[in-house]
């Protein structure tokens, strides 16, 4: 199977969250790249009621064959009981000076 490079999507509880839990992947040479989107409010069904809550938002740049990994780190480091951590698409295209960056600050499988 080839490996792509892919987009994983995850909230979190707050800004200092998020950031641990990039750096985290950063370090272990799981993701090339997070972005942080801060003070989104988000509003979900939670336990029988409708909840509105404050959370940041991770934009994680990665290959396929780490989400396993990428998976767990983040189940290691979150605060949530049920986290939110979806492979959201494959990287189909970019540039190619960018998607060559992307593999090679990533971990090989």
């Not at 080839?2 to 641990?20: F, G, W």
């Not at 809550?53 to 979150?78: A, G």
Request: with cysteine.
């Amino acid at each position: 199977m080839e490996d792509k490079l892919i987009l994983v999507y995850v909230t979190c509880s707050s800004e200092e969250e998020a950031k641990k839990i990039a750096k985290a992947l950063l370090e272990n040479k799981l993701s090339a790249c997070v972005n942080i989107y801060t003070n989104v409010i988000s509003m979900y069904w939670w336990e029988g009621k409708i909840e509105e809550s404050k959370e940041s938002i991770l934009f994680i740049k990665t290959r396929s064959s780490l989400y396993e990994k990428v998976k767990q780190k983040i189940l290691e480091l979150h605060s949530y009981t049920c986290p939110c951590i979806v492979q959201l698409s494959e990287i189909k295209e970019g540039i190619e000076c960018f998607i060559n960056w992307l593999f090679k600050e990533t971990e090989k499988s």
